[in-house]
């Protein structure tokens, strides 16, 4: 494609779906082409150029991984120890969890820890610490090493204990370790740096289709290696990207990046993921691999994944989070059989041939942000939504059934516009399934 069908691409799928801002990158042919459409902040009259920063929220948790590999490589961190080694005050309600967790768990999101809550705990430094000590009551989604869980706090913890270890802040070690010898000169997480960058605000759209900027702007430290702080531009994310393709490209060692993109743990068939890593996940479509990351938060969304056998790579930013994930889904769809010859799977369809087992999905599941309530009549599958947070809303929705154990939500704001499946995974003494996945989220049964 030439880059003038690209631009059209984008420019006409950022309208299409209300899109205020975007940009898309990719890396053909060895060459990075970026793009840019809209504007980065509707009330100024800023538009979106290549080079504007956008947070790009969970896909941050591929760089704190990479940061924790380098202080392996040293010596400092051990992905099979047990992180109460660098974090005295870790503490979970199992205490033989609390002493068998390792970073490998952490990284892989097989370490059991629920999501967790989006507290903030100041702006200091130590807001990080101050979230990790409030969660020691939170109970575990599943023990340590037994089950696949998406975990916010995870990360959180992975990335304090780098900073116990090294005496550094998040922000400094991430700099020191991955943006500045990688040459991101456009990635950004404090917000004092933010100033000397062209910068995107978050959009939502009302129902009338007017465009507004979120409020208030948050990049507080937190959940910084989590994805709360970190912005950058499609451009950059390409460059992250070679990182992998390059073997490290002396940021990290190879055997690191093998070590990151060797599958730690099997994902339920939620459609976005087959396999963990250390950091990155992966995907299969029809025979081609793909590993990355995609990432939402107030204020933008993004999707990075790279092709190893096509040396290829695809970027996408949107400050409109809710439609990051469609905009993404609606550029691939063209670009990736268009430049590399890959086939997007599509996206699935329910299926009438699928018996409902009843008695296995039916119950209450909880985790720290939402709480799912699954009722079946007449073969019909029913789950009430309600939650704590905006990024899980409360509604209700049918479950059509596509594969065994397997549903589609009927309304797409279950998922936050995610296109995510929901899956029914584990077996307890009364045949009934243990855990319920909203795509990437994992909630407990507890009745």
């Known amino acids: 494609m030439e880059d003038r069908d690209i631009q059209t691409l984008l420019d006409e799928s950022a309208k ?56 392996v490589e040293e010596g400092k961190l051990d992905l099979d120890e047990p992180v109460l080694s660098y974090i005295p005050y870790f503490r979970t309600p199992d205490a033989e969890a609390t002493r ?8 892989s999101m097989s370490a059991g820890l629920d999501n967790g809550p989006y507290d903030k705990h100041g702006r200091e430094q130590i807001a990080t610490e ?23 706090l995870a990360t959180c913890v992975a990335g304090e204990a780098a900073v116990q270890v090294t005496g550094r802040t998040w922000d400094d070690l991430l700099r020191e370790r991955v943006l500045e010898p990688a040459g991101l000169k456009r990635s950004v997480t404090l ?7 062209r910068v995107s605000v978050g959009h939502a759209v009302e129902e009338d289709g007017t465009p507004r900027v979120t409020r208030p702007w948050d990049c507080t430290p937190t959940q910084a290696a989590a994805g709360e702080t970190l912005c950058t531009s499609a451009a950059d994310l ?29 994902v339920p068939d939620t459609i976005l993921a087959d396999t963990w890593g250390v950091g990155p996940y992966s995907k299969n479509w029809n025979g081609t691999e793909l590993w990355g990351h995609t990432g939402t938060n107030e204020g933008g969304s993004s999707s990075l994944f790279w092709i190893p056998a096509k040396g290829a790579a ?9 439609q990051g994930y469609p905009l993404a889904h609606e550029l691939g769809k063209v670009l990736y059989p268009a430049l590399w010859g890959v086939d997007c799977v599509p996206p699935p369809a329910p299926s009438a041939e699928v018996r409902v087992d009843a008695h296995r999905v039916s119950g209450v599941y909880e985790e ?32 059509l059934p596509w594969k065994t154990d397997r549903f589609l939500a009927d309304k797409a704001a279950l998922t936050g516009n995610r296109g995510w499946g929901v899956s029914f995974v584990g077996s307890d003494d009364e045949s009934r399934a243990t855990h319920l996945v909203n795509g990437f989220f994992c909630a407990r049964r507890v009745r």
């Open 314 to 322: 695809f970027a996408t930013l949107s400050n409109v989070p809710e």
């Open 191 to 197: 917000p004092e740096n933010l100033v000397f960058h």
């Open 130 to 152: 101050r979230y990790i000590r409030s969660i020691a009551d939170l109970p575990l989604i599943f023990s340590p090493g037994q089950g696949y869980g998406y975990s916010n």
């Open 368 to 399: 720290y942000n939402a709480r799912y309530e699954v009722t079946v009549e007449d073969g019909t599958v029913m789950l009430r939504a309600s939650s704590k947070e905006p990024f899980t809303p409360s509604l209700d929705t049918r479950l």
């Open 238 to 266: 390409i460059a992250f990207a070679q990182i992998f393709l390059n073997k490290g490209a002396g940021v990290v060692s190879p055997e690191s990046i093998t070590t990151m993109t060797t599958p730690q743990v099997t």
């Open 16 to 71: 299409k779906l209300g899109v205020v801002g975007a940009q898309v990158a990719v890396l053909h042919n060895g060459v990075v082409r970026a793009f840019a459409t809209g504007s980065a902040n509707v009330e100024l009259g800023i538009p979106m150029t290549t080079d504007t920063l956008v947070q790009i929220g969970s896909t941050t948790k591929v760089y704190t991984a990479l940061m924790v590999m380098s202080l």
């Open 100 to 107: 068998s967790m390792t970073l490998r768990h952490l990284l």
